[in-house]
């Protein structure tokens, strides 16, 4: 089926999605390399994405040195214990086994939140265009950080400093990768939604059950709006991947 201009994949569960999700990105990434020196991937960390990455890590034929890492976003908070962040998830379940050639992490602690945005921004910049955008979609509906309450589908800037929506903290609170630290921060740094968007190769990873009522209010607009951002993706070619436990139960029915 299709969502707007985007092509949607319905697997069996979880691990069927993240088999298939990697399979996919990996030959786009041998496609790439076939015409391209070097190619630039932004990621996403939490529970949704973890049996894409583990199963990444495992394809072959790849040559990370010739790619360019980037995490869509991360919390920011000083008091944050480094296991705690997403670009520890990241590194654990995926750079740290491929060894990329660079990879940049948002500095969750920086001392201020406004610079360490700049800074992520300007390096973007100086990297170039992304090739591959591997996202997920929050249960506020949100596209990395980029919250209902808060979201420019014009925004002149490539990262910017955020707040949390509620519904967010709520779903992170019970991520077994953020879970143990008890609280989730109230800010975030992260790529805008233009800066997502500019990726050549979009594909957008969302399994799970928790899921499955922001999926079914998604499925239901026939327009983009930024009261739920991941509604853009109307507009946009590329692939999201559900499994039978994210999909409304009415598309799952008539698979």
């Given amino acids: 089926m299709r969502y707007g201009k985007t092509t949607v994949i319905i697997c069996r569960d979880e691990f069927e999605l993240g088999s298939k999700a990697a399979a996919d990105v990996a030959g786009k990434i041998r496609e790439l390399l076939a015409r391209q020196d070097e190619i630039r ?41 480094d296991k705690f962040t997403c670009g520890y998830q990241t590194r654990k379940q995926l750079y740290d086994k491929v060894r990329p050639k660079r990879v940049h992490l948002v500095r969750y602690n920086a001392p201020d939140p406004d610079e360490e945005a700049g800074r992520f921004e300007k390096i ?96 239901a607009l026939k327009k983009p709006t930024a009261d739920l951002p991941a509604s853009i993706l109307l507009k946009f070619p590329g692939i999201l991947y559900v499994d039978s436990n994210s999909c409304p139960a009415n598309i799952v029915s008539r698979k």
């Avoid at 090739?131 to 509906?141: N, V, W």
């Avoid at 014009?154 to 630290?181: C, G, H, I, T, W």
């Avoid at 740094?189 to 997502?196: D, G, R, S």
Wanted: one cysteine or more.
């Fill in 124 to 219: 973007i910049r100086e990297e170039g265009s992304l090739d591959i955008l591997c996202q997920g979609i929050g249960t506020s509906g949100h596209l990395a950080l980029n919250e209902p309450f808060d979201t420019d589908f014009e925004d002149k800037d490539l990262v910017k400093v955020v707040n949390l929506a509620e519904q967010s903290k709520r779903q992170l609170e019970k991520d077994p990768n953020f879970k143990a630290l008890g609280y989730i921060p109230s800010k975030g740094i992260t790529m805008t939604i233009p800066c997502l968007m500019s990726a050549k190769n979009i594909f957008t990873i969302v399994p799970l059950g928790l899921k499955r009522q922001i999926m079914e209010r998604l499925f």
């Fill in 41 to 81: 991937i932004a990621f996403a960390a939490g529970e949704s994405q973890m049996t894409y990455l583990d199963a990444l890590a495992k394809e072959k034929n790849i040559d990370w040195q010739k790619i360019t890492c980037f995490n869509v976003d991360d919390f920011y908070d000083t008091r944050v214990p």
